[in-house]
């Protein structure tokens, strides 16, 4: 069993993209998502696209939230609706998600 500064030390190395060897055995670190976390996260790709496109700085949070900055604030959303719901406050946002939601 490994130990939890074995863990950090293994999770800080695949973060930094290095080789990671656990007692010699080399390993490889990847995201292990469900098909419905994959899917959500994907319904989010053509509004990231937009965001991104508006220099929003928008991000994908685990496991399948959307975050952005909008007047200097970062919002996060866990689904759509909510989005949709926020967005019909904030017309400047209406306008860029037009026909997404």
Do not use: C, H
């Amino acid at each position: 069993m490994a130990k939890v500064s074995d863990k950090e030390r293994i999770l800080k190395a695949a973060r930094e993209k290095q080789n990671v060897t656990y007692k010699g055995t080399p390993i490889r670190i990847s995201a292990d998502f469900s098909t419905e976390t994959l899917q959500a996260r994907r319904e989010w790709q053509e509004i990231f696209k937009v965001l991104k496109g508006k220099n929003m700085q928008p991000r994908i949070l685990y496991p399948a939230r959307i975050s952005f900055k909008i007047e200097g604030e970062i919002k996060i959303f866990p689904n759509k609706q909510k989005l949709k719901e926020y967005s019909n406050t904030k017309p400047r946002l209406k306008e860029i998600l037009k026909g997404l939601l």
